[in-house]
């Protein structure tokens, strides 16, 4: 089991960026994918990104490609969502995950407690 703490979330205007890390307690982080979800008032817990535990793999949701970019930094057991581009309806609670390299939020068995990205108009 990961312990994994997301940061970086806060208020940025449309079109603006924002740069989301993921730092992981322990070195076995090393060996699992880590992936990227996002839940919006009233909506339920969507896919974003994920990264194989390698890092050469990546696989993003239609909604955010071309705009965001996940990546891995093993050597400092973390992980990061660049977002460029943001548009309103990016606005959620972002939270990073350990596990499987899929895009079902039932392959990953660590969780972050989440960190808010409030996008404005």
């Known amino acids: 089991q990961v312990h994994l703490v997301e940061s970086g979330g806060g208020l940025v205007q449309a079109g603006g960026s924002l740069k989301l890390s993921c730092a992981a307690s322990v070195r076995t982080f090393t060996t699992n994918a880590m992936g990227w979800f996002r839940q919006a008032p009233g909506k339920e817990r969507e896919f974003v990104a994920v990264i194989g535990w390698r890092g050469g793999m990546t696989y993003y949701a239609d909604s955010v490609k071309g705009r965001f970019t996940i990546s891995r930094d093993n050597a400092k057991n973390t992980g990061y969502l660049q977002m460029n581009s943001l548009k309103p309806e990016d606005t959620a609670v972002y939270y990073c995950?350990?596990?499987?390299?899929?895009?079902?939020?039932?392959?990953?068995?660590?969780w972050g407690q989440g960190t808010q990205v409030t996008v404005s108009s």
């Open positions: 995950a350990a596990g499987y390299y899929s895009s079902s939020l039932a392959d990953f068995g660590s």
